[in-house]
C-alpha cells in the first residue's frame, strides 16, 4: 500500500535535509510501529506523507497503490484515504468541531462518488464514534480542539480518523499526553480500525502504545533513514536497552 524508496526530503526555507534516503514499506491490512530518537526525522516524515509544503522532496519516491502521491496536494491525498493525526494537533478557532466532521466527511464521500450524508445519519455516526471514545457529544459544539486538553485532542482525533475511515492511517506520537486509561481507549479505536484493505503506521516514541496497538512490523528511524526493520519483539529490545546499540550496529 504504501512504497517509500530512498526518499530525500528537506525543509524548504532552510534547506536542510532531513530525511536522508528513508526505505519503508507498510502492506494492506499491517500495522506497521515507527520507533526513533527524539530528532530523527518521525515527525517530518509524516508531514511529507500529508503533503505539508514547508518540506521539499529532492530525490526518491512515495508510492500509494502503486501511484505516487508527491505531485498531490494534501486534499488530494486525503481524498485517495491518506489520513494523519497530529502529534500536535491545530486549533481551529471559529469552526465547530460538529461542522468540520461534516464538512470532512462529506467531502470524503464526495471523492468516493458517494452521496453527502442525511442530517440524522451524520448525527448517529458522530455519536457512536464520539461514545466509542468516551467523548462528550457536547464538547463537539465547541471549536475545533480550542481549549481542549492534550488527551481531549487526541480522542479528537481519533474521532476524525474513525468517521473519515481512511485506507492508509499515520499516527503521530498519538500516545503523548495520554493517561493510561485515554491511552487505553485511543488504542482500542486504532484496533477497532484494523482491517485487511487498511494500513496503520504508528510512529511512537516509547514501546507502551505498542502493549495496545501490537505492530505485525517495527522500524527505527534515525537522522532520516531506517536503520533497523523487525517485528514486534524489535521494540521489546528497544525498550529495554534503548537506541544505542542498534545505532552503532547501524554505524
Ligand atoms: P521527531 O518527530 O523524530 O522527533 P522531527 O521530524 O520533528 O523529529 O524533526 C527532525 C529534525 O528536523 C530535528 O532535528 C528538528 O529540529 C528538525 N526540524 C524539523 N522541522 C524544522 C524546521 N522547520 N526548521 C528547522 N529544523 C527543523
Ligand atoms: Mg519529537
Ligand atoms: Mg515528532
Known sequence: MLEIKNLHARIADSGIEIIRGLNLTVKAGEVAAIMGPNGSGKSTLSYILAGRDDYEVTEGEILYNGESILEMDPAERAAKGIFLAFQYPMEIPGVATMEFLKVAMNSQRKARGEEP??????????????????????????????????GEKKRAEILQMKLLEPQLCVLDETDSGLDIDALKIVSDGVNALRSPDRAVVVITHYQRLLDHIVPDTVHVLYKGQVIKSGDKSLALELEENGYAGIIEEAA
Do not use: C, H, Q, Y
Open 117 to 150: 450524508l442525511k442530517i440524522p445519519d451524520f448525527l448517529k455516526r458522530v455519536k457512536e464514534a464520539a461514545a466509542s471514545l468516551d467523548m462528550d457529544i457536547n464538547m463537539l459544539k465547541r471549536p475545533v480542539n480550542v481549549g481542549f486538553s492534550g
